[in-house]
């Protein structure tokens, strides 16, 4: 089974599980492609988050993110969210796709070659594609902004209604890829051609600093829900957010509560708010930032019971932090044999920096913006850094045996929509399909609303959303299924061995297997 944002990218990964090629091949393939059809959410230029497991217990985490430049320095008037100035840290995206290669190759016994999984990808970066839905709207979203990112309108100021959108700068440099290997975009060839270009937009990125560029291999973070393991990257990544959360609405029975509901609805915004309270204590585990790096005490017993009894069921807790902006894309693999992917790719915001680095149709990402600037910062920006990371993909393991992969679109929303979704699956026994319709909510500001509101769908019933606002939250109400509310998927594997997936009604995105 195959999930995907794009259903070129879906039939690509299908057709590697159809062809015997096991689910982190898949994935590469799906990747790849996303890479060329949906370049506002990700591309080369960015970075890949993945969680892997299998039946016979292996659980692995690759941290493919980017680090600062080794010559970065501090800019006085804070970092910006687009241009050359944001283009501060590598792209890892390429390298994870090798380093999950090696490991298939190691325990899964992979033998498709890398030149194979990315051909596809080749054929429409060089013969082009029809831009998706999704691209058109945030391409028409930033219509008032793209016009001055250097490279960008060349390229990517193409619609659905022009006809296919071809790419033959990134089409030559995926062939160089498939030529010469996934490290020739980090030493070689191809790497000098990248940071020549990355020299002239400004940005201090070189070719040390792509050379120095590589995947992290970690143990996941770990958190039993009802009985059920779920699995979580560990820093920089807020993945301890999601299993904080997780870890809070364990302490409830919601089973005295209805999905869709205000008073379901409370208890998730609640504790999502309770989790959030420690995330800014989250950075990168390979610099001395001067913290205990708090994941495992986030996740401690006592912490979780503190966090719970703190959450009021008649009174909304204010709430005048700031969130953080983002796009990316969720993917997912099982193959026939349980192997799993669960993967995301971004360029941090839709269009990541907005620069193409010239002569190689890559879409660098914007993830240094993600950095702080404040002196004493867990997250202050450094030399050779990673920043804090919103990618947070999500297995769940029951009886030993991997049962879902799940994750979505969305920076700060990806934790919020995890609890609706894990809580749909879980305790109230939904298949992927009916939790991915479920109405959701976003804490904070968003791209289409700048108050510290609560952003509700507007399949929420009229009821429900007035409940809410008398339990104390500044409700404001959306659209239902609108894009804001990010792009999920979700495999469900079964004990008999049948295999369900389904991806978000928000977007065009597709489920697919195949018989054996």
């Known amino acids: 089974m195959v999930v995907s944002p794009h259903p070129l990218a879906t039939e690509a990964g299908r057709s590697v599980l159809a062809g015997g090629g096991n689910a982190i091949e898949a ?35 690759f941290l493919g993110i980017g680090q600062a430049a080794a010559g970065v320095t501090v800019p006085k008037d804070g970092i910006p969210t687009r241009g050359p100035s944001a283009m501060l840290t590598s792209a890892c995206a390429v390298d994870s796709w090798g380093h999950a290669l090696t490991f298939s190759e190691a325990n899964w016994a992979g033998q498709e070659s890398f030149s194979d999984l990315v051909a596809p990808a080749i054929e429409l970066a060089e013969g082009g594609y029809v831009p998706s839905p999704s691209q058109d709207f945030w391409l028409d979203f930033r219509a008032d902004d793209h016009p001055a990112w250097p490279g960008f309108s060349e390229i990517f100021n193409h619609r659905s209604d022009a006809g296919l959108l071809r790419q033959p700068e990134l089409a030559a440099s995926l062939q160089r890829l498939a030529d010469d290997g996934y490290r020739s975009f980090y030493e070689g060839p191809l790497s000098q051609v990248i ?69 379901r609805i409370h ?42 009894r703190r959450i009021d069921p008649t009174c909304a807790m204010p709430w005048p932090h700031p ?25 941090y915001f839709d269009w990541g920096s907005g620069v193409t680095v010239p002569g190689t149709g890559i879409l660098w990402q914007n993830r ?25 993909p999500g297995v769940a393991i029951r009886d030993g045996d991997p049962y879902l992969l799940y994750g ?19 305790d109230d026994g939904m298949t992927p399909e009916q939790a991915l319709a479920q109405p959701r909510f976003l804490l904070g500001r968003t791209f289409s609303d700048s108050r510290d509101s609560l952003k509700i769908e507007g399949s929420v019933r009229p009821q429900e959303a007035e409940a809410l606002s008398a339990l104390g939250h500044e409700v404001a109400m959306l659209p239902a299924l609108s894009p804001i509310f990010g792009q ?29």
């Open 27 to 61: 994935a590469v393939a799906v990747g790849a492609v996303l890479a060329v059809v949906m370049p506002h959410f990700c591309g080369l230029g960015g970075d890949a988050v993945w969680l892997v497991c299998d039946r016979e217990g292996r659980r692995r985490c």
């Open 195 to 263: 940071a020549d270009g990355l020299a002239r937009t400004g940005s201090p990125l070189n070719a040390s600093d792509l050379a120095a560029t590589r995947t992290r291999e970690v143990d996941p973070l770990t958190l039993d829900y009802r009985g059920t393991l779920l699995l979580a990257p560990p820093p920089p990544t807020q993945g301890c957010s999601t299993l904080t959360i997780m870890g809070i609405l364990s302490r409830f029975d919601l089973a005295q509560t209805s999905p869709g509901t205000a008073a």
């Open 267 to 308: 208890l998730l915004v609640e504790a999502t708010k309770q989790a959030f309270l420690k995330r800014s204590s989250v950075a990168d585990p390979d610099i001395d930032t001067g913290n205990n790096h708090p994941a495992a005490a986030m996740l401690e017993a006592g912490k979780l019971d503190a966090a719970a």
């Open 323 to 347: 969130v953080n902006d983002a796009d990316t894309v969720f993917f997912a693999v099982a193959d026939p044999q349980g192997r799993c992917a669960s993967v995301l790719q971004s360029t």
């Open 368 to 392: 240094g913006a993600a950095f702080s600037t404040e002196p004493g910062h867990p997250n202050y920006l450094a030399p050779g850094k990673r920043p804090f990371y919103t990618l947070n």
């Open 408 to 426: 979505t679109q969305g920076a700060d929303g990806q934790p919020q929509t995890l609890s609706v979704l894990l809580t749909s699956l879980i």
């Open 488 to 516: 999920a998927g979700v495999i469900h594997l079964s004990d008999d061995g049948s295999v369900e997936g389904a991806h978000d009604p928000r977007g065009n995105g597709s489920a697919a297997g195949f018989s054996l």
